[in-house]
């Protein structure tokens, strides 16, 4: 495998008034919605979209997610999600997160996410489906 290779992105996100608790903080729930965006953006850049996914008639079902709060965001900062794809042999797509508050570039949380394949009528499958297999080797994730 070629670990030695990150594919990350960064991206920004506006703490919008409807995301945030009474005390004007984001609500915890909400980094969740984060870390979509963050993966998002990172298959847009990196061309392993949702689109792309289903266009292989496949999905990616979350079956794993975690936060680490270190800090907060408040209504009206902006977010730095950074999304990183952690290479594996292992049928899954796996994400880390480390999101900061853009205004003094403080790290407010950091998270990960595991997704599986499936076929379009809900099986899993146990080895990484061939479009992924040549995603991996055109961004030199799999030594030839």
Known sequence: ????????????????????????????GNYIKLFEDGRELWGLEFGLHYLEVYENKTFTPIVHSSINHKGMLRYGDTAIIETEFENTEAAKLIYNYRVYRKSDNELVATGKTIQVFITLDQQLLLNSPEFFIEWKKKHGLINL
């Open 1 to 28: 495998m070629g670990n030695d290779i990150k594919l990350i992105n960064r991206c920004e996100s506006r703490i919008r008034f409807n995301e945030v608790d009474s005390m004007g903080i984001l609500w915890h």
